[in-house]
């Protein structure tokens, strides 16, 4: 427990100042192109890559390049050197390739993901994409990077790197809305409008490639091209990456599926389309990519190595205190985005080019995504279980699973209701998914370690929410009095999370630790022995 705390703690800080940076960057942009149709247009672009790198390369990182970076690191003569060498020229090769065809395919990919665009709201898109789409080879490049540095345990360069990214995308937006004179309007928007947010965004990936690269290089890590395939061990890659590429595909399915409804419903109602259902899982992401991210990045690598060493009760310990010390935060963090989602979307969203009412509806999404928000992390830190044997397999049926929950209620939604409730249909769809999803997870993984302690996290969980308690019935308060006040107003809003929010947790942290939850006892000893210093 204290390693895995001491380094998800050192990640848990980059990755707050990332998080944090990265809201600001959404503010800006959001204010700069609202959510109608040049704000889809744009987040339709930006996502494109994104996807691109998930199905090339980035599912396998975490699932199989890691753990077989750390046997090569242990087994090979030269610490694994070569072996990373010719892992990273393979990858430069492949994601050069693939940024040239996908900008060549640009109005190809666009039409995929989007709902019968015509005019200037599919060339907007189709431009965009244009000067995104090279940031697939750096955001590769950079993910491999960070992911050797994981191996060798060097975690806070990939979790600070980012901050670079969103730096040089708060500075474009804000340059838009000084220079240009469209606005929101995707008429309006000219061709060095468009440039420069399409430059600008790739821009921010250079440089957080830039930065993970010289930590490779300051870790030690020296690269020298190596075009041979023998010895980076292609055919137990293939075999095993075979079901990680299926698990990516299905997953990305099923976002096939929410973009063209959403896109659809923005159609029918501006604003309540794909860029609120984005924004609205941008927010949702912040307290699982802050906690639960720095615990499964910190326990991949040692699971994987206790899994080498034949020792499962490491790996059951491992797990289990990787899940109680996830919640221990998770569950009030999820029990206030349910409650205060208007207020957090109003503060953030509600500014420039974006209306309150617009904002209001991200909140409301947002509120739907705080229900997932346990289930979606527990299933996560699950499949890190599959992925340190090496299995990849059961996450391709668990994915198909999810996809199918997700996809069928996806479609429900849009086809019974109204226009305006369909992304909110949308974010419901998904949370079910990952409720029933964590619960399959849980029972397969389970068998394959011969049990994870589920009675005792049970115990610690119903307890955690407990305590929990008090903080959402604070905070429901707060809104309600704010509410009664003054309205929702980027003003009010900021104190209703001042006051709803901060002094939710301030609760929550001093019952729980009055109530002796071991978990926050040793967040709170961590922090204080860090101010104390």
Not at 265 to 279: F, L, Q
Not at 293 to 302: G, K
Not at 364 to 370: A, K, P, S, T
Request: with cysteine; hydrophobic share 55%.
């Amino acid at each position: 427990m204290s390693r895995l705390l001491r380094a998800g703690a050192i990640m848990a800080a980059g990755t707050m100042v990332s998080r944090v940076t990265g809201f600001l960057r959404t503010a800006v942009l959001a204010a700069a192109i609202g959510t109608a149709a040049l704000g889809d247009a744009y987040n339709v672009a930006y996502t494109i890559p994104l996807i691109l790198f998930e199905l090339l390369i980035g599912g396998v990182l975490s699932s199989v390049i890691v753990p077989m970076v750390v046997r090569a690191r242990r087994n090979d003569p030269d610490g694994g050197t070569a072996y990373e060498q010719r892992l990273m020229t393979f990858a430069i090769l492949l994601l050069g390739v693939a940024a040239v065809v996908s900008v060549l395919l640009a109005p190809l990919i666009v039409d995929l993901y989007t709902d019968d665009w015509t005019g200037a709201k599919r060339e907007a898109a189709i431009t965009l994409a244009r000067f995104i789409l090279p940031q697939i080879a750096f955001f590769g490049i950079g993910a491999l990077a960070g992911a050797i540095l994981n191996a060798r345990d060097r975690f806070a360069a990939p979790m600070w790197a980012p901050v670079l990214n969103n730096l040089v995308m708060i500075v474009v937006g804000l340059l838009y809305l000084v220079v240009s004179g469209a606005g929101s309007s995707v008429e309006a928007a000219t061709a060095s409008d468009l440039a420069l947010l399409g430059i600008g965004t790739t821009a921010g990936i250079v440089v957080q490639c830039l930065a993970l690269v010289i930590s490779l290089h300051r870790a030690g890590f020296r690269f020298r091209p190596r075009f041979g395939v023998r010895g980076v061990g292609l055919g137990e890659m293939g075999r095993t990456a075979a079901w990680t590429f299926a698990y990516v595909g299905i997953m990305q399915f099923g976002f096939w599926v929410t973009t063209k409804l959403a896109t659809g419903a923005g159609d029918r109602v501006p604003g309540a389309g794909n860029s609120a259902y984005a924004y609205a899982y941008q927010l949702f992401q912040l307290p699982y990519g802050v906690i639960a991210v720095s615990v499964i990045t910190a326990m991949l690598p040692r699971m994987s190595r206790s899994v080498a060493d034949g020792q499962l009760g490491q790996v059951r310990e491992e797990f289990a205190s990787g899940v109680r010390l996830v919640c221990s935060v998770i569950i009030p963090a999820g029990l206030l985005l349910m409650v205060l989602g208007p207020a957090v979307a109003v503060v953030i969203f509600g500014h420039g080019n974006m209306t309150i009412s617009n904002a209001i509806y991200i909140g409301n999404v947002l509120q739907i995504f705080g229900l997932a928000l346990v289930p979606f992390s527990i299933f996560q830190l699950l499949l890190r279980v599959f992925y340190s044997f090496g299995d990849t397999r059961t996450p391709a049926f668990l994915a198909a699973g999810n996809v199918a929950v997700n996809a069928l209620l996806s479609l429900v939604s849009y086809v019974v209701l109204p226009d305006r409730y369909i992304v909110l249909g949308l974010a419901c769809s998904y949370t079910v998914s990952y409720m029933t999803g964590a619960g399959f997870a849980w029972v397969r993984a389970s068998r394959k370690v011969g049990g994870l302690d589920g009675r005792r996290v049970a115990g610690a969980l119903t307890r955690m929410y407990l305590v929990a308690l008090p903080t959402a019935g604070l905070a429901l308060a707060v809104l309600w009095g704010g509410e009664r006040w003054a309205g929702l107003t980027a003003v009010s809003s900021l104190v209703i999370l001042a006051a709803g929010g901060g002094l939710g947790m301030l609760l929550y942290f001093v019952v729980a630790h009055r109530a002796r939850i071991p978990e926050v006892g040793s967040l709170v000893g961590l922090v204080a022995g860090r101010v104390g210093r």
